[in-house]
């Protein structure tokens, strides 16, 4: 039996995904975290095989929480699930130490094979993200700016170009405001940009621009 915990804001997507998995006969759902907080906390009680996380909730979440979830239980394994669709997003996320990544459009054909592939400790990935992957891997010079950003960085860049204020940022992330215009300055400075305004443009060619929570 295959033990797990779904870390996902929405009540409707958690339960969709219950749903989901009630036909899978090996596979149990045994908590539910509403954010990052609560995902922590569960990790530190135990008691499950995977934890199924949504990359953008409440209070820490995305790359920083994956990477505090390793440095405390190395072992456990994380399969994404996300509304983001650019491989950049799963590339950051494979790094940080989540072992699968999968879009909640793909969910309902995918998600019982993911989990159960994943819990087995073999990576779940969609041949793009293995693809960007290993261009990664190889020496380059000719990155996108993008690429160039720290994880927190490209966590604001993300949320700035979704029309997230400052202000808003510094909530959803727990920062002060000063924390995420420092943050904000340093971005423009990395990809060479002077505002907001071709920040957003340079995330629409590049598909970055993906629908985010409230």
């Known amino acids: 039996m295959i033990r797990i915990v779904i870390a996902d804001d929405h009540t409707i997507m958690r339960e969709g995904l219950k749903r989901i998995l009630d036909g899978a006969d090996d596979i149990e759902v045994v908590g539910e975290a509403v954010d990052g907080f609560e995902a922590l906390a569960h990790v530190r009680r135990g008691g499950f095989d995977l934890l199924m996380l949504d990359l953008s909730m409440p209070g820490r979440s995305g790359?920083?929480?994956?990477?505090?979830?390793?440095?405390?239980?190395?072992?456990?394994?994380?399969?994404?699930?996300?509304?983001?669709?650019?491989?950049?997003?799963?590339?950051?996320?494979?790094?940080?130490?989540?072992?699968?990544?999968?879009?909640?459009?793909?969910?309902?054909?995918?998600?019982?094979?993911?989990?159960?592939?994943?819990?087995?400790?073999?990576?779940?990935?969609?041949?793009?993200?293995?693809?960007?992957?290993?261009?990664?891997?190889?020496?380059?010079?000719?990155d996108l700016p993008h690429k160039q950003l720290s994880n927190r960085e490209f966590e604001v860049f993300t949320l700035l170009v979704n029309g997230k204020s400052i202000t808003d940022i510094a909530?959803?992330?727990?920062?002060?405001?000063?924390?995420?215009?420092?943050?904000?300055?340093?971005?423009?400075?990395?990809?060479?940009?002077?505002?907001?305004?071709?920040?957003v443009q340079y995330a629409v060619q590049h598909r970055l621009l993906n629908p985010l929570k409230n």
Do not use: C, F, W
């Open 171 to 199: 909530d959803l992330l727990h920062l002060s405001a000063k924390t995420v215009s420092t943050h904000k300055t340093r971005i423009l400075q990395k990809m060479g940009m002077n505002s907001l305004a071709e920040m």
């Open 63 to 142: 790359v920083e929480l994956i990477r505090q979830i390793k440095d405390e239980m190395p072992k456990l394994p994380i399969l994404i699930l996300t509304m983001h669709e650019e491989e950049q997003y799963a590339v950051r996320a494979i790094r940080a130490g989540a072992r699968g990544y999968l879009t909640k459009e793909s969910a309902g054909t995918q998600l019982v094979s993911a989990i159960r592939k994943v819990a087995a400790g073999r990576p779940y990935i969609s041949l793009e993200v293995a693809e960007q992957l290993a261009m990664d891997a190889m020496p380059s010079t000719e």
